[in-house]
């Protein structure tokens, strides 16, 4: 697959997976953002998603695991906005996504993965005025990683 330059192209590309791949490849853009989350339910659901094996049942167990640990970060989030808080928050969205069992009518798990994954870094980013870190260098990490999962 050549280079992607656009969401356009990107969502494209995503949309020509099969279930698995792109359970697959949303728990890999999870999985760059997981540090944003100290959750370990959110970092066992991300192993079940690329376990290219797994059951429904041990989909069924993350998605709820995710669920509840998704839960929980917004509860702390409260009134003041802790934006740390928010980013474990689309994490735990991504994660949800990434062990879904099928795609939506109007998404696929890779697409809700990709979209959770950078607002969590817009999230981190807002509480943590110093950092590097931006939303744009998570969109062109997925456009990278993207070719390369489907060219192995």
């Known amino acids: ?38 959750d370990k339910r ?32 917004h509860a702390r989030c409260g009134a003041d906005g802790n934006w740390t808080e928010q980013a474990g928050y689309f994490v735990g969205r991504a994660a949800i996504a990434a062990v879904s069992r099928a795609p939506s009518s109007t998404a696929n798990p890779a697409w809700i993965a990709a979209m959770s994954c ?6 981190a980013t807002i509480d943590d005025q110093n950092s590097d870190e931006s939303t744009h260098s998570e969109v062109d990490w997925q456009y990278q990683i993207l070719p390369q999962f489907l060219n192995s």
Do not use: C, G, W, Y
């Open 42 to 73: 959110l970092t066992q659901a991300v192993q079940t998603a690329m376990d290219k094996d797994a059951s429904r049942e041990e989909l069924s167990m993350a998605q709820k695991s995710a669920m509840a640990a998704t839960v929980d970060h």
């Open 1 to 38: 697959m050549s280079q992607i330059s656009n969401d356009a192209e990107f969502k494209q590309a995503l949309n020509s997976l099969n279930v698995t791949q792109q359970r697959m490849l949303a728990a890999k853009f999870v999985e760059h953002v997981l540090p944003l989350s100290n």
């Open 118 to 123: 950078r607002m969590a870094l817009t999230s």
